[in-house]
């Protein structure tokens, strides 16, 4: 019997997630995305390159944004804002220095591209929504949920 309350008192503690309850970081919704990217097009040719980030409309809550980390990694955030309810302020647009997007709301929100993480206390605790990045080889990638 000591055995079974071990074992559910580990299986409560390791499936908690403090963030569910957090009303502010539960705002997007799970949109499905399927994209393929390839850095050979020229409207994703500045994925080619590390350090660059690329903007598509039309997909997830409010658009991607694609970041080029390194020659290996390239990275795909949704650009709504995790902590604003969708609306057109919400959506994460170009800081003009390189790596951050920023939100139009009134508190503009910030968030790094390179780590998702929000860059002001307006966003703790929520991050950027991740989406899955597959490298299909030739400077193509597949962009899912």
């Given at each position: ?11 409560v ?24 990217v ?36 390239l ?11 969708l609306?057109?302020?919400?959506t ?13 709301c ?26 899955r ?13």
């Amino acid at each position: 019997m000591k055995k079974y309350f071990i074992y559910m008192f580990c299986i409560v503690l390791f499936t908690c997630d403090r963030d569910d309850n957090n009303p502010n970081c539960n705002f997007l919704f799970d949109a499905g995305v399927n994209l393929q990217v390839n850095t050979n097009l020229p409207q994703f040719s500045q994925l080619a390159f590390p350090i660059n980030g690329v903007y598509v409309p039309g997909q997830g809550n409010n658009g991607i944004w694609l970041w080029r980390l390194n020659s290996a990694t390239l990275l795909a955030w949704d650009a709504a804002d995790p902590s604003h309810p969708l609306e057109a302020c919400s959506t994460l647009t170009d800081s003009g220095s390189g790596d951050i997007v920023v939100c139009g709301c009134d508190d503009e929100n910030r968030y790094s591209l390179a780590t998702g993480v929000g860059l002001n206390g307006n966003t703790q605790p929520c991050t950027l929504q991740p989406y899955r990045v597959d490298d299909l080889g030739n400077g193509t990638f597949l962009v899912t949920n």
